[in-house]
């Protein structure tokens, strides 16, 4: 997912608060894995697990 802000908050909120309606009607576990976002520092309002990756190069 690209960002983390007002949008990206949300649907990171609203796929931990549905996954198991996600899982029934797609049949599968649905697993975000990376979120990109500018500043890794600020106030996300969530908490994640940071990962390693190298910086994008504008």
Same mark, same amino acid.
């Given at each position: 997912?690209? &960002?983390?802000? *007002?949008v990206?908050?949300?649907?990171? $909120?609203? /796929? %931990?608060?549905? =996954?198991?309606?996600?899982?029934?009607? $797609? &049949? =599968?576990? +649905?697993? +975000? @894995? %990376?979120? =990109?976002? %500018?500043? *890794?520092?600020? #106030?996300?309002? *969530? @908490? /994640?697990?940071?990962? #390693? =990756?190298?910086? +994008? $190069?504008?």
């Open positions: 997912m690209l &960002g983390l802000g *007002t990206g908050s949300g649907v990171v $909120r609203l /796929l %931990r608060e549905n =996954a198991s309606i996600v899982q029934g009607k $797609r &049949g =599968a576990k +649905l697993n +975000l @894995t %990376r979120i =990109a976002v %500018r500043h *890794t520092e600020k #106030d996300r309002g *969530t @908490t /994640l697990v940071p990962v #390693d =990756a190298p910086p +994008l $190069r504008h």
